[in-house]
T-cell receptor
């Protein structure tokens, strides 16, 4: 059962533009929402993460916006650069005995054109 | 930089053969995960361990897959017998404690079963 839905599947942005990737979740027990970045031939790497007690978290050009009531969260990449071209995955996990289990979205392939 | 080491990076094998994939987690990380990535299914959790004990292997086909941690520096994933549908990239990841605050992924083993 897919519990985290991600869109769009692919995204093309011009250099300097804003990239926006959206995710929606179903399980209200989720309490940790990371984003991972994956380059070809590499494993996913943690980019930024948020907990539901805040509505926004910013690290450099990357910002997560979180809407708990709508059960949605999004990644914004400001001033997008060609080096940001990669596949981005949102994910979610919950506490308790399954606290380690990350459920991933389907992924978004981002291409930033020079 | 501390990293998760996976071997082999690539493996081509014939259907019916046994395949063993190895992972060396980051020293001090006590939680280890095995994920499988395919175009169709995305990132799927196969199994994970904490302090070398298996916590969840519900994502793994039990009749042919097995995962073990012989010691704290080695995790293995075996497929016997392998089938063409097992062709995928297999990732190992490790984390501290419950691993909920970010996993470090290896570069993966690309398995092709012909």
């Amino acid at each position: 059962q897919q519990q985290v839905k991600q869109s769009p599947q692919s995204l093309i942005v011009q250099k300097g533009g804003i990239s926006i990737i959206n995710c929606a979740y179903e399980n209200t027990a989720f309490d940790y929402f990371p984003w991972y970045q994956q380059f070809p031939g590499k494993g996913p790497a943690l980019l930024i993460a948020i907990r539901p007690d805040v509505s926004e978290k910013k690290e450099g050009r990357f910002t997560i916006s979180f809407n708990k009531s709508a059960k949605q969260f999004s990644l914004h990449i400001m001033d997008s650069q060609p080096g940001d071209s990669a596949t981005y995955f949102c994910a979610a996990s919950m506490g308790g005995t399954s606290g380690s289990r990350l459920t991933f979205g389907e992924g978004t392939q981002l291409t930033v054109n020079p | 930089d501390a990293r998760v080491t996976q071997t082999p990076r690539h493996k081509v094998t014939e259907m019916g053969q046994e395949v063993t994939m190895r992972c060396q987690p980051i020293l001090g990380h006590n939680t280890v995960f095995w994920y499988r990535q395919t175009m169709m299914q995305g990132l799927e959790l196969l199994a994970y361990f904490r302090n070398r004990a298996p916590l969840d292997d519900s994502g793994m086909p039990k009749d042919r897959f097995s995962a073990e941690m012989p010691d704290a520096t080695l995790a293995t994933l075996k497929i016997q017998p392998s089938e063409p549908r097992d062709s995928a990239v297999y990732f190992c990841a490790s984390g501290e404690g419950a691993g909920r605050y970010g996993y470090t992924f290896g570069s993966g083993t690309r398995l092709t079963v012909v």
